[in-house]
């Protein structure tokens, strides 16, 4: 059983990549179970007793999660820091956990894809609804690892092709606004090398036609997304490239949190 431990390179076999998206979905849970921002809004107004309870009933929830990952057997399997995760009370989450939390369901959909529970990926410019972690079956861990069928490998390295392109317009746009200079031979601007990218695109049929010669975002040219729709477009483009590239076999040993996003 969990032959798939012992691979030390190339890309995850589907049971692996199914115990991946059911651990994702339990840290997910545990978030969404007890909000922080629940904790923080009402536990001034507690008392001591109240607030005991609160917790006792948070850790034994916790244990719940951890008892049923003990259960299928990816308790080892995963990585320390999402153990922790899980035994953590509200008043112990950070800031940056809930972000990584949050934006953990691009992750899920992009796994969830890939095995075939969901027909497409949202667009670039268009968070994962969480709705759509509720595709993965109710089975029982076990059940849905020996099932586990993944998309073809070639369909699979189309995406994360077109998840390192948006990643990489959000690193151009970053350069270009803390006026980076940029060389290219020919007389090239970057402005020029942008256009092109998003025009070879938009005829392979990977993005939609190009707005003023840029990549089209929230109906706009890239260049001209605000700073709140330009930090979703990169969060977006950041999280699906870290999934796809780790479907793709780029995580050392397959290490979920090692996976390498470079552009």
Request: aromatic share 10%.
């Amino acid at each position: 059983m969990f032959a798939w431990l012992k691979k030390k390179s190339g890309p995850p076999s589907a049971d692996a990549v199914m115990a991946r998206v059911i651990i994702l979905k339990y840290l997910f849970v545990k978030f969404a179970g007890t909000p922080p921002e629940y904790f923080s809004e009402h536990s001034e107004k507690w008392t001591r007793d109240e607030r005991n309870t609160f917790f006792e009933k948070e850790q034994v929830q916790h244990k719940h999660l951890a008892e049923r990952l003990h259960e299928a057997g990816l308790w080892n399997v995963m990585e320390q820091k999402e153990r922790k995760f899980i035994q953590m009370s509200s008043k112990e989450v950070t800031q940056q956990m809930l972000v990584d939390a949050t934006w953990s369901v691009e992750s899920i959909v992009c796994l969830l894809w890939a095995l075939g529970y969901i027909a497409n990926l949202p667009e670039y410019d268009q968070q994962a609804d969480p709705d759509l972690t509720n595709a993965l079956p109710t089975e029982l861990p076990q059940v849905l690892m020996k099932n586990a069928v993944l998309r073809p490998r070639t369909l699979v390295e189309e995406q994360r092709n077109l998840a390192e392109l948006w990643h990489w317009r959000s690193r151009t746009r970053q350069l270009q606004d803390s006026n980076y200079n940029f060389s290219f031979p020919g007389g090239l601007t970057i402005q020029k090398v942008i256009g092109m990218a998003a025009s070879k695109a938009a005829t392979n049929g990977v993005i939609p036609s190009p707005i003023g010669d840029d990549f089209p975002i929230f109906g706009k040219p890239y260049r001209d997304a605000t700073h709140e729709e330009y930090s979703q477009a990169t969060s977006i483009a950041v999280e699906r490239h870290r999934a796809l590239n780790w479907l793709c076999g780029l995580a050392p040993r397959n290490r979920w949190s090692e996976t390498p996003t470079g552009t």
